[in-house]
């Protein structure tokens, strides 16, 4: 029987780096029942953790699913007083830039989120980044405060930096009764309940205590501003506001705030302490009552590649089956699991798939429910589901995958851009096989991972998203796939661009006995104005100077010359190409003529174009003491960092800067130095800038092996 989609939540757990999400995550496992022991993440035992990189530095790498039940009063406005059991699938994320790709993924087939925010520190450099990324796949969410017993924790101040810095509306549903070392529990304004959790037995229940005196006024304060903002929302409620505001009952307004979320006109703030078990019941509450079940969310729309119109699909199990992968992993014990969303319809075990970027059908053998890195078989998935398959030959992160009668193209992930590289070798030659293996599974698993062989040196060149990312990716090949690597030193991931026009006229022509080969184009070559990325390429041939069938070989050849630019083989990641003018020979013409017309047009045109060297620029926050401010932006401003402004935050300065990646290897370890390890730092990447003309001729000389 079809389950109700109801009573099923598909959730995210996003935040920066050390928010609590995995001892978030830890806790919902223990009270739902799905885990009988708490386990931590410095000491290496938490469950989505389950990496060994993981626990020895107690960060996540990777986002791991878990399927757990919870028990919820019957949804408001519904006859029946008894509880229900709700499946919730919890994917918990990485908080470190270095792997935002497992936020992006997750986001992308996620029903809504739970934003982690620490009570000290409030909204961080990721926090922004997860909250942008919600906000691009049209995630609703809810906001949990976290960390309320920490020494400097102040919810008020976070809210107000969920307002500020997120351009987010946040409406407290709770205020805390004390902080820091004092923080017992929370004021429910829903309900004007205030609750204490018995610590006796690790929070699990609660009691319900008169509202304290010295926080009444605070109390009336934010539940005036809880129903305001609901009644702005609700013009029923509205109505009822301006009669009598007490009125509104308990139902009306959790109705209310539930479509607000939906449609992501305010996100509702929680508090509590994940670690000290106090809040994480609640949360789950409000995960149930607001966040949203696939049925509550438009069908998913796709294009159907026969017809190239768009279709939707709606979360019924009576549609034609689609899903979407959105990570692969490799399992020593079972080979490739494909993570995958199921949108509509449903999937036995054993059938077959159409997989519309291939075009060939896939058995899937088996079907199982992940819990972090272990695998329950299942017989069957439906439509709403979060699972693995297992038995693909040919999957990538962003296929779709569908009933071949019904074929659908749902839209796929965008990725961002490697900008650090290290060059690699295995330590002995007879380990060549085993890292090209390596290499390969690592590249299914990890869209942000390119690698590629340096034509001249012959080394293979490994491109990730930072230090740590890449660091992670080696210590698994020699864990995992038992490669000892020898790497050089990291090298920065430049691009070119073109700053100026020029025309250019290309003959091709070859004659070595019989057919010869023969191509001549007259083009525009130079910068796109309309700050997309990749080639504009424009046709302007009239009179059929160059056959149309040929067309395609010259934006092709354009295409691939792109990637090797004309100032040091780096790759230009935006040009505009017009084609106005050519000739054609109707015996030596053919396709790979006018591709290698294009390719060499590229080369000596380009060099015309002033082409300028691009280098990626990290948007850098560090939080340091004042005594050390001096150093810190002086060190930074010696790194050609662009100062952008500093902050006072729980009586530290929060400096921000735009600084070459260049120049910011080993930076963390430099900043422990200056301020005797009590400062921290965030990188995140920001953008490409032009590389000052000076250095730029320096890093030119230097790669073509030129002494300065």
Same mark, same amino acid.
């Given at each position: 029987?079809a /389950?109700?989609l109801?009573?099923?939540?598909?959730?995210g757990?996003?935040?920066?780096?050390?928010?609590g999400?995995?001892?978030?995550?830890e806790?919902? %496992?223990?009270?739902?029942?799905?885990?009988?022991?708490l386990g931590?993440?410095?000491?290496?035992?938490?469950?989505?953790?389950?990496?060994?990189?993981? &626990?020895?530095?107690?960060?996540?790498?990777?986002?791991?699913?878990v399927?757990?039940?919870w028990?919820?009063?019957?949804? !408001?406005?519904?006859?029946?007083?008894?509880?229900?059991?709700?499946?919730?699938n919890?994917?918990d994320?990485?908080?470190?830039?270095?792997?935002?790709?497992?936020?992006?993924?997750?986001?992308?087939?996620?029903?809504?989120?739970?934003a982690?925010?620490?009570a000290?520190?409030?909204?961080?450099?990721?926090?922004?980044?997860?909250?942008?990324?919600?906000?691009? $796949?049209?995630?609703?969410?809810?906001?949990?405060?976290?960390?309320?017993d920490r020494?400097?924790?102040?919810?008020?101040?976070?809210?107000r930096?969920?307002?500020e810095?997120? *351009?987010a509306?946040?409406v407290?549903?709770?205020?805390?009764?004390?902080?820091?070392?004092?923080?017992?529990?929370?004021?429910?304004?829903i309900t004007?309940?205030?609750?204490?959790?018995?610590?006796e037995? /690790?929070g699990?229940?609660?009691k319900?205590i008169p509202?304290?005196?010295?926080?009444?006024?605070?109390?009336?304060?934010?539940?005036?501003?809880?129903?305001?903002?609901v009644?702005?929302?609700?013009?029923?409620?509205?109505?009822?506001?301006f009669?009598?505001p007490?009125?509104?009952? /308990?139902?009306?307004?959790?109705t209310?705030?539930?479509?607000?979320?939906?449609?992501?006109s305010?996100?509702?703030?929680?508090?509590?302490?994940a670690?000290?078990n106090?809040?994480?019941?609640?949360m789950?509450?409000?995960?149930?009552a607001?966040l949203?079940?696939?049925?509550? =969310?438009?069908?998913?729309?796709g294009i159907?590649p026969d017809?190239?119109q768009?279709?939707?699909?709606?979360?019924?199990?009576?549609?034609?089956?689609?899903?979407?992968?959105?990570?692969?992993?490799?399992?020593?014990?079972?080979?490739?699991?494909?993570?995958?969303r199921?949108?509509?319809?449903?999937?036995?075990?054993?059938? $077959?798939?159409?997989n519309?970027?291939?075009?060939?059908?896939e058995?899937?053998?088996? %079907?199982?429910?992940?819990?972090?890195n272990? !695998?329950?078989?299942?017989?069957?998935?439906?439509?709403?589901d979060?699972?693995? *398959?297992?038995?693909f030959?040919?999957?990538?992160? *962003?296929?779709?995958l569908?009933?071949?009668?019904?074929?659908l193209?749902?839209?796929?992930?965008?990725f961002?851009?490697?900008?650090?590289?290290?060059?690699?070798?295995? /330590?002995?030659?007879?380990?060549?096989?085993? =890292?090209?293996?390596?290499?390969s599974?690592?590249?299914?698993?990890?869209?942000?991972l390119?690698?590629?062989?340096?034509?001249?040196?012959? &080394?293979?060149?490994?491109?990730?998203?930072?230090?740590?990312? %890449?660091?992670i990716?080696?210590?698994?090949?020699?864990?995992?796939?038992?490669?000892?690597?020898? !790497?050089?030193?990291?090298?920065?991931?430049?691009?070119?661009?073109?700053?100026?026009?020029?025309?250019h006229?290309?003959?091709?022509k070859?004659?070595?006995g019989?057919?010869?080969?023969?191509?001549?184009?007259?083009?525009?070559?130079?910068?796109?104005?309309?700050? &997309? !990325?990749?080639l504009?390429?424009?046709?302007?041939?009239?009179g059929g100077?160059?056959?149309?069938?040929?067309?395609?070989?010259? &934006?092709?050849?354009?295409e691939?010359a792109?990637k090797?630019?004309?100032?040091?083989?780096?790759?230009?990641d935006?040009?505009?190409?017009?084609?106005?003018?050519?000739s $054609?020979?109707?015996?030596? +013409?053919?396709?790979? +003529?006018?591709?290698?017309a294009?390719? =060499?047009?590229?080369?000596?045109? *380009?060099?015309k174009?002033?082409?300028?060297?691009l280098?990626?620029?990290?948007?850098?926050?560090?939080?340091?003491?004042?005594?050390?401010t001096?150093?810190v932006?002086?060190? %930074?401003?010696?790194?050609?960092?662009?100062?952008?402004?500093?902050?006072?935050?729980?009586?530290?300065?929060?400096?921000?800067?735009?600084?070459?990646?260049?120049?910011?290897f080993?930076y963390?370890?430099?900043?422990?130095?200056?301020?005797?390890?009590?400062?921290s730092a965030? =990188?995140t990447?920001?953008?490409?800038?032009?590389?000052?003309q000076?250095?730029?001729?320096?890093?030119?000389?230097?790669?073509?092996?030129?002494?300065?």
């Amino acid at each position: 029987m079809a /389950k109700d989609l109801k009573y099923l939540r598909n959730i995210g757990i996003m935040a920066h780096i050390d928010a609590g999400k995995t001892t978030t995550t830890e806790r919902i %496992l223990y009270y739902t029942g799905l885990t009988h022991k708490l386990g931590e993440v410095h000491e290496g035992a938490a469950t989505t953790d389950w990496m060994e990189q993981e &626990q020895e530095r107690g960060i996540t790498i990777t986002s791991a699913a878990v399927t757990t039940n919870w028990n919820y009063p019957t949804v !408001q406005g519904e006859t029946t007083p008894d509880t229900r059991s709700y499946q919730i699938n919890i994917i918990d994320t990485p908080g470190h830039v270095d792997f935002t790709v497992e936020v992006e993924r997750s986001l992308r087939v996620l029903d809504g989120a739970v934003a982690l925010f620490c009570a000290v520190s409030g909204v961080e450099p990721q926090s922004e980044t997860v909250w942008r990324q919600a906000d691009k $796949y049209k995630v609703p969410r809810i906001c949990f405060v976290n960390k309320m017993d920490r020494a400097g924790a102040d919810f008020f101040k976070a809210v107000r930096e969920i307002k500020e810095k997120l *351009g987010a509306k946040p409406v407290p549903l709770q205020v805390p009764i004390g902080a820091e070392d004092s923080f017992k529990g929370v004021v429910d304004l829903i309900t004007n309940e205030a609750i204490i959790w018995n610590e006796e037995d /690790k929070g699990k229940t609660y009691k319900v205590i008169p509202i304290p005196d010295d926080i009444k006024d605070e109390v009336a304060e934010w539940r005036q501003n809880l129903i305001e903002s609901v009644a702005e929302y609700d013009d029923k409620l509205l109505e009822k506001f301006f009669e009598d505001p007490d009125s509104i009952t /308990k139902e009306e307004l959790m109705t209310a705030i539930r479509a607000a979320v939906i449609d992501m006109s305010f996100s509702p703030v929680l508090c509590g302490s994940a670690f000290k078990n106090k809040g994480v019941q609640a949360m789950l509450d409000a995960v149930v009552a607001y966040l949203p079940s696939p049925l509550d =969310l438009p069908p998913v729309k796709g294009i159907n590649p026969d017809t190239e119109q768009e279709e939707e699909r709606k979360a019924d199990i009576n549609e034609p089956f689609t899903a979407l992968a959105f990570k692969i992993m490799t399992d020593p014990f079972v080979g490739r699991l494909c993570f995958m969303r199921v949108y509509s319809g449903k999937l036995d075990k054993g059938s $077959y798939v159409y997989n519309a970027r291939t075009g060939n059908k896939e058995r899937i053998s088996r %079907l199982v429910q992940m819990h972090a890195n272990k !695998q329950n078989p299942i017989e069957l998935v439906e439509a709403g589901d979060i699972c693995a *398959g297992v038995g693909f030959k040919d999957i990538k992160t *962003g296929d779709t995958l569908t009933d071949e009668n019904h074929k659908l193209v749902l839209e796929s992930m965008t990725f961002p851009e490697p900008v650090i590289g290290y060059a690699i070798e295995p /330590k002995k030659a007879a380990d060549q096989d085993k =890292l090209s293996l390596a290499i390969s599974k690592l590249l299914e698993e990890d869209p942000t991972l390119q690698a590629f062989t340096d034509q001249e040196t012959g &080394q293979t060149i490994l491109r990730g998203m930072g230090e740590l990312h %890449l660091e992670i990716i080696i210590d698994r090949m020699k864990r995992e796939f038992k490669v000892e690597i020898n !790497q050089g030193a990291p090298q920065v991931a430049y691009k070119e661009h073109f700053t100026a026009s020029t025309e250019h006229r290309e003959v091709y022509k070859k004659q070595s006995g019989g057919r010869g080969k023969f191509a001549d184009i007259v083009f525009e070559i130079g910068p796109r104005t309309d700050g &997309q !990325q990749g080639l504009l390429f424009e046709n302007a041939i009239v009179g059929g100077v160059i056959p149309k069938e040929f067309i395609p070989a010259v &934006q092709k050849g354009f295409e691939s010359a792109m990637k090797n630019g004309v100032l040091a083989g780096f790759p230009i990641d935006s040009m505009r190409v017009r084609l106005f003018h050519g000739s $054609y020979h109707d015996v030596d +013409s053919d396709s790979l +003529s006018f591709e290698m017309a294009a390719i =060499l047009g590229f080369k000596e045109a *380009g060099k015309k174009c002033k082409p300028r060297l691009l280098e990626p620029i990290m948007s850098v926050e560090v939080v340091t003491p004042d005594e050390f401010t001096g150093p810190v932006t002086g060190d %930074l401003n010696r790194r050609r960092g662009m100062m952008k402004g500093m902050d006072t935050k729980g009586g530290a300065q929060v400096i921000k800067a735009d600084v070459p990646l260049a120049e910011l290897f080993g930076y963390v370890t430099d900043l422990r130095t200056i301020s005797s390890g009590r400062a921290s730092a965030t =990188l995140t990447f920001s953008h490409y800038a032009e590389v000052p003309q000076n250095l730029a001729e320096g890093i030119i000389a230097e790669l073509k092996g030129a002494t300065v």
